[in-house]
DNA sequence: TCAACTGCTCTTTTT
DNA sequence: GAGCAGTTGA
């Protein structure tokens, strides 16, 4: 009988779908009685004991707050989400706002996920009235779809991504004639980005020019926004800046979400930039009654322009706000408190000085590791999660490993490998920036939207179709010089109009526009998953991959591909011309498919800025050194490095009950080894708050392998095999010992994606070795020893 | 046009 | 060490 509202909207009527039966009851949910309205303006006293139950009194006055403007400045573990949501329950129910009026702001897909789903337990039967949650990018795209009318463009715009944006730039420099070396696309494109986070929009721009670089930037970003206007698309800093431009110049459709929203509540306000706190100030003018949670000590965002003056000045903006500390934390011992405090003392801008403190007891003492080389830092980890798993009770599912930089999630995928942990990495190659899922989103992106040329340069040879670099060229020549979309283009050729194409170029062309006009059509027609079937189908997708990847690598990029059927599969719900479309925004919006790979009982393999607002029992956190973390390119920083120590704060303050912090003797990266030197912010930690494993207190494993503390460490002696699995082992040997071949005929063995089979040949190649195994059911594969994951059965 | 080859750069962090 | 743009030869 629960009444939730989940993405995606109807954009039809830009009403919620609700994944229940009755609707009806949702609509009908009492308005705010007037009496008590009035009775009390600010505070309601008729507080449903069971909603604020959980919350302490602090947190329960915050909850309680009807009207005006409110600033919740929270620690961390302060359980800030927790009192988010019991709010927006509070709101709904005992004073029961009606359906629509309450607009949530969260600053990840999955924190707003998170939040629909504690909702859910937390409202009874009956009692649910529907709210809006959402990143402020999909709330964005979702009025664009809208009322973007008025602002003379599509509604059937695309969205751009990070790649799609330096392919339109690539363009832009090859018309402008400039040098791709000398300005390079990512450059332009950060400047352009952050230019949007700050609603300078090409005029403004033209004014701000502080350099010859900005004075090209200029000329890219006129001719940039062009092409995405030509193209009906916008990248993802447009969704807010243009969003921002429609509440200005149309206030009629601004009232109207005034009308739709009366209460405004925004997670995680320490991260918003320019745009999102115009929005924001857009959004709750009317009502004032915004609620806002930050903590400046985690404001880890800058570079992508959040501004950590939106919080510290919150009171100006909004004199009558009230203002709410939140200092007790509910998450952490207080051994990872203290480390918490010592890193995140000595930096600066910071206005107030929140002191934590918890009653959770002393706890574990936090331990300092110095790894050999980063595998070996990795292996420390595996090792003391199953020592911790073993002599503790831990679950796999209890453990994070969080790191600055993605590239570092190798090793530690490797160790966790060789101990047979399962784990789950979040972010890393996102499913979504795969080449063959892009491949297969830009043939629906173009069916979505006909001039989107990026998507169309794409795919317009992808499979093969006789379509080289010289034609694709002379296409955007011949469409550039008359303004129009590739696929304009094409269809004018196919009209027969003269063009610069040979019979032998232009034939394969206009099969192509053939194959996408008849696909086009189907699309219109198909359901998602059906489309999606006929496409492949159509493409011979398969066929392709494998013959362009070979059996083993064809397979798995096919497996991704698959994957997309799922996702497909979510939207058949809806009606047919809406499926593609809300698919597409999804795609673009969300990022992440963790929900669909995360396995229950995985440990966790983290970025420690994806990491911010979560909790696990024990986390390590890896790579404390000199140009790591901090990272080297913020070195000559100050505000940066201050943004690097408080990355370190928000992954102390991720843990619970333990915490590793790991460096390593030396690292190489791509190639080169260099020596590690442990981060100067391990310095400011008082050494008595830290435990430096001697002996026995690691595992036998990991004592075995190296002195603990400062002292130089020792190169691993020999290689390490583990009875459990060759994986690692061979990787290790394949460097240092030479050619006796790890693998013979005969050998029963297990690969991840295969499954058993047995070993029919091996034979050494370059330090390595290809091992030619016959698979149950799969037949026979060559794969090279240390990247197939294969473990010796018998 | 395309496959094979070579030499170069690249890594922060995300919606 | 990898992925990619640019070059070469068929």
Same mark, same amino acid.
């Given at each position: 009988?629960?009444?939730?509202?989940?993405?995606?909207?109807?954009?039809?009527?830009?009403?919620?779908?609700?994944?229940?039966?009755?609707?009806?009851?949702?609509?009908?949910?009492?308005?705010?009685?007037?009496?008590?309205?009035?009775?009390?303006? +600010?505070?309601?006293?008729?507080?449903?004991?069971?909603?604020?139950?959980?919350? !302490?009194?602090?947190?329960?006055?915050?909850?309680?707050?009807?009207?005006?403007?409110?600033?919740?400045?929270?620690?961390?573990?302060?359980?800030?989400?927790?009192?988010?949501?019991?709010?927006?329950?509070?709101?709904?129910?005992?004073?029961?706002?009606?359906?629509?009026?309450?607009?949530?702001?969260?600053?990840?897909?999955?924190?707003?996920?998170?939040?629909?789903? #504690?909702?859910?337990?937390?409202?009874?039967?009956?009692? /649910?009235? /529907?709210?809006?949650?959402?990143?402020?990018?999909?709330?964005?795209?979702?009025?664009?779809?809208?009322?973007?009318?008025?602002?003379?463009?599509?509604?059937?715009?695309?969205?751009?991504?990070?790649?799609?944006?330096?392919?339109?730039? #690539?363009?832009?420099?090859?018309?402008?004639?400039?040098?791709?070396?000398?300005?390079?696309?990512?450059?332009?494109?950060?400047?352009?980005?952050?230019?949007?986070?700050?609603?300078?929009?090409?005029?403004?721009?033209?004014?701000?020019?502080?350099?010859?670089?900005?004075?090209?930037?200029?000329?890219?970003?006129?001719?940039?926004?062009?092409?995405?206007?030509?193209?009906?698309?916008?990248?993802?800093?447009?969704?807010?800046?243009?969003?921002?431009? &429609?509440?200005?110049?149309? %206030?009629?459709?601004?009232?109207?979400?005034?009308?739709?929203?009366?209460?405004?509540?925004?997670?995680?306000?320490?991260?918003?930039?320019? @745009?999102?706190?115009?929005?924001?100030?857009?959004?709750?003018?009317?009502?004032?009654?915004?609620?806002?949670?930050?903590?400046?000590?985690?404001?880890?965002?800058?570079?992508?322009?959040?501004?950590?003056? !939106?919080?510290?000045?919150?009171?100006?903006?909004?004199?009558?706000?009230?203002?709410?500390?939140?200092?007790? !934390?509910?998450?952490? +011992?207080? =051994?990872?408190?203290?480390?918490?405090?010592?890193?995140?003392?000595?930096?600066?801008?910071?206005?107030?000085?929140?002191?934590?403190?918890?009653?959770?007891?002393?706890?574990?003492?936090?331990?300092?590791? *110095?790894?050999?080389?980063?595998?070996?830092?990795?292996?420390?980890?595996?090792?003391?999660?199953?020592?911790?798993?073993?002599?503790?009770?831990?679950?796999?599912?209890?453990?994070?490993?969080?790191?600055?930089?993605?590239?570092?999630?190798?090793?530690?995928?490797?160790?966790?490998?060789?101990?047979?942990?399962?784990?789950?990495?979040?972010?890393?190659?996102?499913?979504?920036?795969?080449?063959?899922?892009?491949?297969?989103? @830009?043939?629906?992106?173009?069916?979505?939207?006909?001039?989107?040329?990026?998507?169309? *340069?794409?795919?317009?040879?992808?499979?093969?179709?006789?379509?080289?670099?010289? /034609?694709?060229?002379?296409?955007?020549?011949?469409?550039?010089?008359?303004?129009?979309?590739?696929?304009?283009?094409?269809?004018?050729?196919?009209?027969?109009?003269?063009?610069?194409?040979?019979?032998?170029?232009?034939?394969?062309?206009?099969?192509?526009?053939?194959?996408?006009?008849?696909?086009?059509?189907?699309?219109?027609?198909?359901?998602?998953?059906?489309?999606?079937?006929?496409?492949?189908?159509?493409?011979?997708?398969?066929?392709?991959? $494998?013959?362009?990847?070979? %059996?083993?690598?064809?397979?798995?990029?096919?497996?991704?591909?698959?994957?997309?059927?799922?996702?497909? *599969?979510?939207?058949?719900?809806?009606?047919?011309?809406?499926? $593609?479309?809300?698919?597409?925004?999804?795609?673009?919006?969300?990022?992440?498919?963790?929900?669909?790979?995360?396995?229950?009982?995985?440990?966790?393999?983290?970025?420690?800025?994806?990491?911010?607002?979560?909790?696990? %029992?024990?986390?390590?956190?890896?790579?404390?050194?000199?140009?790591?973390?901090?990272?080297?390119?913020?070195?000559?920083?100050?505000?940066?490095?201050?943004?690097?120590?408080?990355?370190?704060?928000?992954?102390?303050?991720?843990?619970?009950?333990?915490?590793?912090?790991?460096?390593?003797?030396?690292?190489?990266?791509?190639?080169?080894? +260099?020596?590690?030197?442990?981060?100067?912010?391990?310095?400011?930690?008082?050494?008595? &708050?830290?435990?430096?494993?001697?002996?026995?207190?690691?595992?036998?494993?990991?004592? =075995?392998? @190296?002195?603990?503390?400062?002292?130089?460490?020792?190169?691993?002696?020999?290689?390490?095999?583990?009875?459990?699995?060759?994986?690692? @082992?061979?990787?290790?040997?394949?460097?240092?010992?030479?050619?006796?071949?790890?693998?013979?005929?005969?050998?029963?063995?297990?690969?991840?994606?295969?499954? *058993?089979?047995?070993?029919?040949?091996?034979?050494?190649?370059?330090?390595?070795?290809?091992?030619?195994?016959?698979?149950?059911?799969?037949?026979?594969?060559?794969?090279?020893?240390?990247?197939?994951?294969?473990?010796?059965?018998?």
């Amino acid at each position: 009988m629960r009444q939730v509202v989940y993405f995606p909207f109807d954009y039809a009527t830009c009403t919620p779908i609700v994944k229940s039966p009755d609707l009806t009851a949702a609509r009908q949910f009492p308005t705010i009685p007037a009496e008590a309205k009035h009775k009390e303006s +600010t505070y309601l006293m008729n507080t449903n004991a069971d909603l604020l139950a959980g919350l !302490n009194p602090a947190q329960q006055q915050a909850a309680r707050i009807v009207e005006g403007p409110v600033l919740v400045l929270a620690g961390p573990g302060s359980g800030k989400t927790r009192l988010l949501t019991h709010r927006i329950a509070y709101l709904i129910d005992p004073i029961g706002v009606p359906p629509y009026n309450i607009l949530g702001v969260t600053f990840t897909n999955r924190a707003a996920r998170e939040m629909r789903e #504690r909702l859910e337990d937390l409202v009874g039967a009956g009692r /649910t009235a /529907t709210l809006t949650l959402g990143t402020f990018h999909s709330l964005c795209a979702r009025f664009l779809r809208r009322d973007i009318q008025h602002l003379g463009r599509e509604r059937d715009f695309a969205i751009y991504d990070a790649d799609d944006q330096e392919q339109v730039l #690539r363009r832009v420099l090859r018309e402008l004639q400039l040098d791709e070396k000398k300005y390079p696309p990512r450059a332009i494109k950060g400047r352009i980005s952050e230019a949007k986070n700050e609603l300078i929009g090409v005029q403004e721009f033209a004014r701000i020019v502080r350099d010859y670089f900005d004075e090209i930037v200029l000329r890219c970003y006129e001719r940039y926004q062009a092409l995405l206007r030509e193209s009906n698309a916008l990248d993802f800093d447009d969704l807010l800046m243009e969003t921002v431009r &429609l509440f200005e110049q149309h %206030p009629e459709v601004l009232a109207k979400y005034h009308e739709r929203y009366h209460y405004l509540l925004v997670d995680e306000y320490q991260d918003t930039n320019r @745009a999102q706190y115009v929005l924001v100030r857009q959004l709750a003018s009317r009502h004032r009654n915004l609620f806002v949670v930050g903590d400046e000590d985690q404001s880890i965002f800058g570079w992508r322009g959040a501004d950590i003056r !939106n919080i510290l000045q919150f009171e100006d903006d909004y004199p009558d706000a009230r203002v709410i500390l939140l200092e007790q !934390n509910y998450r952490s +011992t207080q =051994a990872i408190l203290d480390i918490a405090q010592a890193v995140i003392q000595p930096g600066g801008q910071r206005k107030r000085h929140k002191q934590l403190w918890t009653e959770n007891g002393g706890g574990t003492q936090v331990t300092l590791i *110095e790894g050999y080389d980063q595998d070996d830092e990795a292996q420390r980890v595996a090792d003391e999660i199953v020592r911790l798993m073993a002599s503790e009770g831990y679950q796999q599912r209890d453990f994070a490993v969080m790191y600055r930089t993605n590239a570092q999630s190798r090793a530690i995928e490797e160790a966790l490998l060789s101990r047979r942990l399962p784990y789950y990495i979040v972010g890393g190659t996102r499913f979504y920036e795969r080449k063959e899922v892009k491949d297969v989103l @830009a043939y629906l992106r173009l069916l979505a939207n006909p001039a989107d040329s990026v998507s169309l *340069e794409r795919i317009i040879n992808t499979p093969k179709r006789g379509i080289g670099t010289g /034609t694709v060229a002379e296409l955007q020549r011949f469409a550039g010089g008359q303004g129009v979309p590739l696929f304009t283009a094409l269809q004018q050729l196919q009209a027969g109009e003269k063009s610069p194409f040979t019979e032998r170029t232009r034939t394969p062309l206009l099969r192509f526009l053939e194959l996408i006009e008849s696909l086009a059509a189907q699309s219109r027609e198909l359901p998602l998953p059906k489309l999606l079937e006929a496409l492949l189908e159509r493409l011979a997708f398969r066929e392709y991959l $494998l013959s362009s990847y070979g %059996p083993d690598e064809g397979d798995e990029r096919l497996g991704n591909v698959v994957e997309l059927f799922n996702v497909a *599969e979510d939207y058949t719900g809806l009606e047919q011309p809406l499926q $593609l479309p809300a698919f597409l925004e999804e795609v673009a919006l969300v990022a992440d498919l963790d929900s669909l790979n995360q396995e229950q009982a995985s440990v966790t393999c983290i970025t420690l800025h994806q990491a911010k607002g979560l909790e696990y %029992p024990v986390v390590f956190i890896v790579g404390l050194e000199d140009g790591i973390l901090p990272h080297s390119r913020s070195r000559d920083n100050a505000n940066q490095m201050d943004e690097e120590r408080r990355l370190l704060y928000v992954g102390v303050t991720r843990a619970r009950e333990r915490l590793y912090l790991l460096y390593a003797f030396r690292r190489s990266t791509y190639g080169r080894t +260099t020596t590690g030197v442990p981060s100067p912010f391990l310095r400011d930690i008082p050494p008595h &708050l830290l435990r430096k494993p001697g002996g026995r207190s690691t595992s036998s494993v990991a004592a =075995a392998m @190296a002195q603990p503390g400062i002292s130089p460490a020792r190169p691993p002696q020999g290689s390490r095999s583990s009875p459990i699995s060759t994986g690692r @082992a061979a990787r290790q040997a394949a460097g240092s010992a030479a050619s006796s071949l790890r693998y013979r005929p005969g050998q029963r063995v297990q690969h991840a994606r295969y499954g *058993e089979g047995i070993v029919l040949s091996s034979t050494p190649m370059d330090g390595d070795e290809e091992v030619v195994v016959n698979f149950k059911g799969e037949g026979k594969k060559h794969m090279i020893a240390s990247l197939a994951k294969l473990t010796v059965l018998d």
